[in-house]
């Protein structure tokens, strides 16, 4: 079993960057592909960007390719999400979650959840 934490979420103007972290408790934390999801006020949550157990592959949502970079550390059992070029849109709750099956972009795919952190961006 793991255990998610995020951070790093706040209040940002658009055009800024907010740097995102999911901690991860136990061992077992380089047996896990990570993912990031992100839900809006009124919305559905919705998939960001993922990475692999190796920290090799990564998947993105076209929303946010080119400017969300996701990476890990594995000494210190943390997954990052650097956000740059924030826009109004990205404002939401984003969850890290953790998978031992493929690399994926669909919540059902993912065993352990964080409680979120807020990122809002204004205009």
């Known amino acids: 079993q793991v255990q998610l934490v995020e951070s790093g979420g706040g209040l940002v103007q658009a055009g800024g960057s907010l740097r995102l972290s999911c901690a991860a408790s136990?061992?077992?934390?380089?047996?896990?592909?990570i993912g990031w999801f992100r839900q809006a006020p009124g919305k559905e949550r919705e998939f960001v960007a993922a990475?692999?157990?190796?920290?090799?592959?990564?998947l993105y949502a076209d929303s946010v390719k080119g400017r969300f970079t996701i990476s890990r550390d594995g000494a210190k059992n943390t997954v990052y999400l650097q956000m740059n070029s924030l826009k109004p849109e990205d404002t939401a709750i984003y969850y890290c979650?953790?998978?031992?099956?493929?690399?994926?972009?669909?919540?059902?795919?993912?065993?352990?959840w964080g409680q979120g952190t807020q990122v809002t961006v204004s205009s």
């Open positions: 979650a953790a998978s031992n099956r493929l690399l994926a972009t669909r919540e059902f795919e993912y065993e352990y």
């Open positions: 136990g061992r077992t934390f380089g047996n896990y592909n």
């Open positions: 990475i692999s157990r190796s920290g090799i592959s990564t």
